[in-house]
């Protein structure tokens, strides 16, 4: 271990364990922002909150916009897939801009909050279907895009040793959130008054982004907790636990190096999968719902479930992932956003009421959850420093995901049927799980690449 002392007008010192990684402790949360971290937990939750109803309720106003702009379904659909392609495309070249110090948390902020008021106003007053497209789908996705990097990284910034938990409940906001608007959306919006509804809508929701985000702060480069050792074991039982879990990365990994380990493709493609299965959930349950006969208010109720359940999910599988390890965690949820697409398909054919809705909730749970782990494994494997950018490669996935799930997922639904688009979707999260297996966190040997020393102690020549 080495030991740099900084100036005495800095409160910090900087430590060296092992492996070479810097670690700055000595400074509080305090020091640095005039306020507890738990702020940093609470205000990016709010901001995620306020970019969730773009995706998971717009679905629900499918029917009235259709009826008063005269958009088809069709139109509507790949306007929800693009909306995601440019939400999840920006995370990449914002991640590079905020850590060059160039585009700081609270100016992200701004742009996400103006972009949020954009979306809604286009849906409201677009002439053409084109102005909406261009409106929504880029302006409000590249703004939630922009809240979306910055909420989800901040957090894992400022809870470095336990940050599966934080980072899930944040994350959680951006699923129920939308829970309001949901009902509000199909109960409530008509022909008659869908104007003032989203312009009212789109100046509440961007007013919350911009007013949470006027608080955020960033932490300095290789902060750690001063009331955790990072070069022992702490006393903290649940730091702890999560850091034997999940032990810290051995370095502070840049793009590049990240990238050249081979575990950035391998997220990408699980997540590309993943998220893709859940924005077909989004985007076609409602419509499925009402084919197999359940009254519209039952359909609503069962996306209002899956959105609170897909948000409260990534706050208990963070917590959960801190306990039991984030690739368990993220193995298991796989495995159940596969199996539930197979229950709502039969549940469905079956005119099972209950098990749709329950179905549907399981299918929130693990929609949602796959996104936290994304997240802090990609903290976990390559340090925080350069996590944005890093996780914005991954989260680069969803500039696919979001067509094959809505645009893509449309036509599969046309061609095949739900019963075939239900099944396409449930094997490919079965296959994610599967590709899931092969990662390991670079930079440590795996378990069964250590060997036993052939000399145990009892057995040396003394």
């Known amino acids: 271990m080495t030991t740099t002392e900084a100036p005495t007008a800095l409160p910090y010192r900087e430590v060296t364990d092992k492996n070479g990684r810097t670690y700055r402790i000595g400074e509080t949360d305090v020091d640095i922002m005039g306020r507890h971290r738990r702020w940093m937990v609470i205000l990016p939750w709010v901001g995620m909150m306020g ?14 916009l259709h009826t008063a702009h005269g958009w088809n379904s069709s139109h509507i659909f790949w306007m929800m897939g693009i909306w995601v ?14 850590e060059s110090g160039r585009f700081p948390a609270r100016q992200a902020m701004m742009w ?85 509804v989203l312009i009212s809508v789109g100046v509440f929701l961007a007013a919350v982004v911009a007013f949470a985000g006027s608080f955020f702060k960033d932490p300095p480069k290789n902060w750690w907790p001063p009331h955790i050792d ?53 985007a076609f349950q409602v419509p499925f719902g009402n084919e197999m006969g359940f009254a519209g208010g039952i ?62 909730m399981i299918s929130g749970f693990g929609g949602g959850a796959i996104f936290p782990m994304f997240a802090a494994l990609t903290a976990d494997y390559f340090g925080e420093n350069n996590n944005a950018t890093n996780y914005g490669m991954v989260y680069s996935s969803k500039l696919l995901s979001g067509i094959a799930g809505a645009g893509l997922g ?30 390991h966190q670079p930079g440590r040997p795996r378990k069964s690449s250590i060997k036993p020393n052939p000399q145990p102690i009892s057995r040396e020549v003394i």
């Open 230 to 282: 990072p070069l022992k074991a702490p006393d903290d039982p649940r730091a702890r636990r999560a850091l034997q879990k999940n032990p810290p990365a051995v370095k502070q990994y840049s793009a590049k190096e990240a990238f050249k380990t081979g575990r950035v493709p391998i997220m990408w493609f699980c997540l590309l999968c993943t998220s893709g299965v859940n924005i077909f959930g989004i």
């Open 112 to 196: 996400g909050a103006l972009g949020t008021l954009l979306g809604y106003l286009a849906l409201a007053y677009a002439p053409n279907v084109i102005f909406a497209y261009i409106g929504f789908s880029v302006f409000s996705g590249m703004g939630a895009g922009a809240v979306y990097a910055t909420c989800v990284n901040m957090v894992g910034k400022w809870y470095p040793e336990r940050r599966g938990g934080k980072t899930g409940f944040v994350n959680g906001g951006f699923a129920y959130g939308s829970v309001p608007f949901v009902f509000l959306f199909t109960g409530f919006m008509d022909v008659g008054n869908f104007r003032w």
């Open 299 to 360: 359909v609503a109720t069962a996306m209002s479930l899956k959105a609170i359940v897909n948000g409260t999910g990534r706050g208990v599988i963070g917590w959960l992932s801190d306990r039991y390890g984030r690739k368990q965690c993220l193995l298991f949820v796989c495995v159940v956003l596969g199996l539930s697409q197979f229950g709502i398909l039969l549940s469905g054919e079956a005119k099972s009421m209950p098990l749709f809705l329950l179905c549907s």
């Open 410 to 439: 449309s036509m599969v639904v046309s061609a095949w049927g739900f019963a075939g688009a239900f099944w396409l979707a449930g094997s490919t999260s079965l296959l994610a799980g599967v590709v899931a297996l092969f990662l």
């Open 85 to 98: 392609l440019f939400q999840g495309g920006v995370a990449f070249p914002v991640g590079k801009l905020r």
């Open 51 to 64: 970019i969730s109803s773009a995706e998971y309720a717009f679905a629900s106003a499918e029917s009235t």
